[in-house]
């Protein structure tokens, strides 16, 4: 026969896991709260030069960007104008579900002018739309930054890159109107100097070292480059960036362009660069 005293025990743990059950069943179930997960957006890709955005213009007034293009690789987000010389270079600070913010630093002819806060929504594969909330060309609006689909095709291989010493890439930067800033890529990935800017802000400059290599599962390459014997010395040193592939046309290599953005504190190089073969 069970002792009384033990039957009481039973009872109160019977009592205590069903209260314990109901707890746990209540907590799943209440207000359908327990399946309630955001999934965030994953903005990673190239965003193409259809994209639109208006922006202070540095006078007062308001300049209609109808080039917009942009890289996303982890948080590094990079927007560009070609037409106006413009770069947004930041890293993106947050994402929850379709929201992000992000803070860029945003860059002229070469020349950084100010910071300003990206804050806007993420349609995952689609396009990103958002306001800047800064200075002038800080502030405005990003009506239409749309995911291009080359993305599609994955930058697996540096082939899509490289060229030699006869063929380089080319491009005028950082305000340059005369001769333009021009470099090699070998079979590994190393930048190799071409000729030198003769005008602008990276005037003089040639590739000291530098290195391109495919993101993994993009359309985007990661870029590390050090300047040299730049007119002005504070332009010299360390930059770091993304590049991308965008054709033009299908007579390559005229309608390929390598859209490159590299930046540091103070400056930022970037160019739709060409085929050349005058280095």
């Given at each position: 026969?069970?002792?009384?005293?033990?039957?009481?025990?039973?009872?109160?743990?019977?009592?205590?896991?069903?209260?314990?059950?109901?707890?746990?069943?209540?907590?799943?179930?209440?207000?359908?709260?327990?399946?309630?997960?955001?999934?965030?957006?994953?903005?990673?890709?190239?965003?193409?030069?259809?994209?639109?955005?208006?922006?202070?213009?540095?006078?007062?007034?308001?300049?209609?960007?109808?080039?917009?293009?942009?890289?996303?690789?982890?948080?590094?987000?990079?927007?560009?104008?070609?037409?106006?010389?413009?770069?947004?270079?930041g890293k993106i600070t947050d994402i929850t579900?379709?929201?992000?913010?992000?803070?860029?630093?945003?860059?002229?002819?070469?020349?950084?002018?100010?910071?300003?806060?990206?804050?806007?929504?993420?349609?995952?594969?689609?396009?990103?739309?958002?306001?800047?909330?800064?200075?002038?060309?800080?502030?405005?609006?990003?009506?239409?930054?749309?995911?291009?689909?080359?993305?599609?095709?994955?930058?697996?291989?540096?082939?899509?890159?490289?060229?030699?010493?006869?063929?380089?890439?080319?491009?005028?930067?950082?305000?340059?109107?005369?001769?333009?800033?021009?470099?090699?890529?070998?079979?590994?990935?190393?930048?190799?100097?071409?000729?030198?800017?003769?005008?602008?802000?990276?005037?003089?400059?040639?590739?000291?070292?530098?290195t391109i290599l495919p993101v993994t599962g993009?359309?985007?390459?990661?870029?590390?480059?050090?300047?040299?014997?730049?007119?002005?010395?504070?332009?010299?040193?360390?930059?770091?960036?993304?590049?991308?592939?965008?054709?033009?046309?299908?007579?390559?290599?005229?309608?390929?362009?390598?859209?490159?953005?590299?930046?540091?504190?103070?400056?930022?190089?970037?160019?739709?660069?060409?085929?050349?073969?005058?280095?």
């Amino acid at each position: 026969m069970i002792s009384p005293r033990l039957n009481m025990r039973f009872n109160s743990l019977l009592m205590i896991l069903l209260a314990l059950f109901s707890m746990l069943t209540v907590q799943g179930c209440g207000g359908g709260g327990g399946n309630d997960t955001v999934t965030n957006a994953d903005p990673t890709g190239y965003y193409n030069v259809q994209g639109t955005a208006s922006v202070g213009d540095g006078s007062g007034g308001t300049l209609v960007i109808n080039d917009l293009q942009a890289m996303v690789n982890g948080d590094r987000f990079i927007a560009i104008s070609d037409a106006n010389g413009l770069v947004y270079d930041g890293k993106i600070t947050d994402i929850t579900g379709n929201d992000f913010s992000a803070t860029v630093s945003v860059f002229q002819d070469g020349v950084f002018l100010s910071t300003a806060t990206l804050t806007g929504m993420i349609t995952e594969g689609s396009n990103i739309t958002g306001t800047l909330t800064g200075n002038e060309q800080g502030n405005g609006t990003i009506h239409n930054l749309l995911y291009a689909l080359s993305n599609d095709t994955v930058a697996a291989a540096l082939s899509s890159v490289q060229n030699n010493v006869n063929e380089g890439w080319f491009d005028r930067v950082g305000g340059g109107v005369q001769t333009g800033f021009a470099f090699a890529i070998d079979v590994k990935g190393n930048l190799t100097p071409g000729f030198s800017a003769t005008d602008g802000v990276f005037e003089q400059c040639t590739v000291g070292s530098g290195t391109i290599l495919p993101v993994t599962g993009t359309s985007l390459y990661t870029l590390d480059l050090t300047l040299s014997n730049c007119s002005v010395s504070d332009v010299n040193g360390d930059y770091s960036g993304l590049a991308t592939m965008r054709i033009e046309s299908e007579e390559a290599p005229i309608g390929e362009r390598l859209v490159l953005v590299v930046s540091n504190t103070d400056f930022s190089l970037q160019g739709e660069f060409k085929i050349t073969l005058s280095l």
